[in-house]
């Protein structure tokens, strides 16, 4: 019979079975695949912040190349790492559809924060020459992660 505590005072409930503790050894096909998921999981976190480090470089000679052109000096005054940074985070989450906590884990920062920073790079976009420096890197990520969009002037073969 099973105790139940209730206000203070066991009472016997004859409709639960008794309670048990059952820890039957895994076996070794169990221990593989439990140490397949967890490395899976490292996999995974590994290609993502890959996928990151190779937006972050590429976003860094996008900027550098918009800097001098389409996106004037006031873009490139204002706190370009930061700047870069959120370009990237804004990237990951349209382009690769990355979930928030991956992108923060990615970039070393709290998920608040690439929130904020996908937000702001979307307010930017409001102005014609942001806009299409950014629809230029949107078009550059999904080439390089071969994604590219059918209104993209990509030759395929």
């Known amino acids: 019979m099973r105790q139940e505590a209730c ?6 409930r004859a409709d639960m079975p008794p309670a048990t503790n059952i820890t039957s050894p895994r076996s070794e096909s169990d221990h593989a695949s439990a140490t397949a998921g967890m490395s899976g999981g490292r996999e995974r976190r590994a290609s993502r912040q890959t996928q990151v480090a190779i937006i972050q470089k590429l976003v860094a000679q996008l900027f550098d190349l918009g800097c001098q052109g389409a996106l004037g000096a006031g873009t490139a005054a204002r706190r ?3 700047h870069m940074r959120q370009i ?5 989450r349209v382009v690769l559809s990355m ?12 998920r608040s ?3 904020h920073g996908c937000a702001a790079i979307e307010d930017r976009r409001d102005a014609p020459d942001y806009d299409a420096f950014m629809d230029r890197c949107e078009q550059c990520v999904r080439v390089v992660f071969g994604q590219a969009d059918e209104d993209c002037d990509v030759a395929r073969s």
Do not use: F, K, S, W
């Open 113 to 115: 924060t690439v929130i």
């Open 88 to 92: 990237t985070m804004y990237l990951c």
């Open 80 to 82: 370009p790492g930061c």
């Open 7 to 12: 206000t203070g005072q066991c009472r016997q």
């Open 99 to 110: 979930p928030y906590q991956h992108i923060a884990e990615a970039v070393g920062r709290d």
